[in-house]
């Protein structure tokens, strides 16, 4: 082989090498795939964990990075086409990464709860913090059971909302303070990985979160109800952003989300006085959703999380994504492309399909019977 030729070959090469990324991404792209589906994550990670900016603009495009400090979201896997392509209800939803979901399953058996109760009741999967002598503060040790009950209930495709409360006469007084005197939580991260309280977590990669607050939610028990769904509480509730009066700001992107919720001069003055307000105080505000006596509290919050999980859970969770990313969205024109899109492809779902044609025959829609939507998909396949 002559030097011409041998320098064509390698040129060749090179173009070879150079197209076929583009070329996957672009299969991925018409597949409705994230551009990172099925890569490695090594460097990308490794750099995120030591608090070093990102090699390579890995997120999904529509995601706006508004709140500093949020993990990232690591591809969320979309079987088939277009922008709801999981909706067939037929396929356990994929709520977050399988390997995650593997995880979970083997590291936690759902008995093994030291710190939280866990229950089910229907179609809603409950978590009960069980500190009542601490009143239930965060430490990393609960953190992680809340977390690996999410992660089952998530991976679970009969439960389709989750319902959070507390055991004794507190919500969550907020971060363990004795333990972190006591020098026991020096060891911990800050932020463990599989800490549930990460506002993206919470507001993209759960279901259905509703908060049943019976008592006092103070610190991270008041911040992370600011990413949940929705907030019932008990006259007996108690609600404070009581950072300034210890010596600290506020966290989980609370500063942005707060005044976005009970507006800014209300925020302003419950983070700056750090003061304890009622359970009648934060409906005003708008904090609290339905307010109700105390033992009306658990079935009404079970009552709304029912009606919740009634609908399609792929459904659920691509207005659980629209709504977060709406929060980010730089113009109401993107926001209205973004819509007109999605809402063109929920046309096509079997969701859809189902739910007019229960209309038709007057009867309640079957989205989580899965033998029977896989007779829908299979319908609209034949055409």
């Given at each position: 082989?002559g ?6 070959v390698?040129?060749?090469a090179r173009t070879r ?15 409705g795939?994230?551009?990172?589906f099925g890569l ?5 990670d490794r750099?995120l964990?030591?608090?070093g900016q990102q ?6 495009r529509?995601?706006?990075r ?6 990232p979201v690591?591809?969320l896997r979309?079987?088939g086409?277009?922008p709801?392509a999981?909706c067939s209800?037929?396929l356990?939803p994929?709520?977050?990464?399988a390997?995650d ?9 759902v008995?093994?709860w030291e710190?939280?109760e866990?229950e089910r009741e229907?179609?809603v ?5 069980n500190?009542p002598d ?9 953190g992680?059971e ?6 089952e209930?998530n991976?679970d495709?009969d439960i389709g909302?989750i319902?959070t409360?507390?055991?004794g006469r ?7 303070l004795?333990?972190r ?7 911990a991260p800050r932020r ?11 507001a ?6 509703i908060?049943a607050?019976?008592?006092?939610a103070?610190?991270v028990?008041i911040?992370s109800?600011?990413w ?7 006259t ?5 952003m009581?950072f300034a009066?210890i ?7 609370s500063?942005?989300a707060?005044p976005?919720i009970?507006g800014?001069p ?5 983070m700056l006085?750090?003061k304890?307000y009622n ?8 904090l ?8 009306q509290?658990m079935p009404?919050a079970?009552r709304?999380?029912?009606?919740i999980a009634a609908n ?5 969770r691509t207005?659980k994504e629209?709504?977060?990313h ?5 113009s ?5 492309r ?7 492809a929920?046309?096509e779902?079997?969701?859809?399909r189902e739910?007019?044609?229960a209309?038709?025959e007057?009867?309640?829609?079957r989205f989580?019977?899965r033998?029977?939507m896989?007779?829908v998909?299979k319908?609209?396949?034949q055409?």
């Amino acid at each position: 082989m002559g030097p011409a030729r041998r320098l064509r070959v390698a040129h060749r090469a090179r173009t070879r090498r150079r197209a076929r990324p583009r070329r996957v991404r672009a299969r991925r792209r018409d597949a409705g795939l994230p551009a990172d589906f099925g890569l490695r994550r090594g460097r990308h990670d490794r750099a995120l964990d030591r608090g070093g900016q990102q090699p390579r603009a890995r997120l999904r495009r529509s995601v706006r990075r508004g709140v500093a400090g949020l993990a990232p979201v690591t591809g969320l896997r979309r079987p088939g086409r277009g922008p709801l392509a999981e909706c067939s209800a037929f396929l356990a939803p994929a709520w977050h990464h399988a390997h995650d979901r593997r995880r979970a399953r083997k590291e936690r058996a759902v008995s093994d709860w030291e710190f939280i109760e866990v229950e089910r009741e229907g179609r809603v999967g409950i978590v009960r913090f069980n500190r009542p002598d601490r009143l239930n503060a965060m430490g990393a040790e609960i953190g992680t059971e809340i977390y690996y009950a999410f992660e089952e209930f998530n991976a679970d495709p009969d439960i389709g909302a989750i319902v959070t409360t507390g055991n004794g006469r507190a919500y969550s007084s907020g971060a363990d303070l004795s333990a972190r005197m006591s020098g026991e939580a020096e060891s911990a991260p800050r932020r463990p990985s599989m800490s549930p309280w990460v506002p993206e977590y919470l507001a993209l990669r759960c279901k259905p979160l509703i908060a049943a607050v019976n008592g006092v939610a103070v610190g991270v028990g008041i911040t992370s109800l600011l990413w949940y769904d929705s907030i019932v509480a008990s006259t007996d509730a108690r609600f404070s952003m009581r950072f300034a009066a210890i010596g600290l700001t506020p966290e989980l992107g609370s500063a942005w989300a707060l005044p976005r919720i009970v507006g800014l001069p209300n925020a302003k003055e419950m983070m700056l006085t750090g003061k304890i307000y009622n359970a009648q105080e934060a409906l005003e505000f708008g904090l609290v959703h339905r307010l109700v006596e105390p033992d009306q509290l658990m079935p009404e919050a079970i009552r709304l999380a029912e009606e919740i999980a009634a609908n399609p859970a792929s459904t659920l969770r691509t207005i659980k994504e629209m709504t977060y990313h709406e929060l980010f969205s730089p113009s109401y024109e993107t926001t209205d492309r973004r819509s007109t899109s999605t809402f063109s492809a929920a046309l096509e779902t079997p969701e859809h399909r189902e739910a007019v044609r229960a209309f038709a025959e007057k009867r309640s829609p079957r989205f989580h019977d899965r033998e029977h939507m896989r007779g829908v998909v299979k319908e609209m396949d034949q055409g």
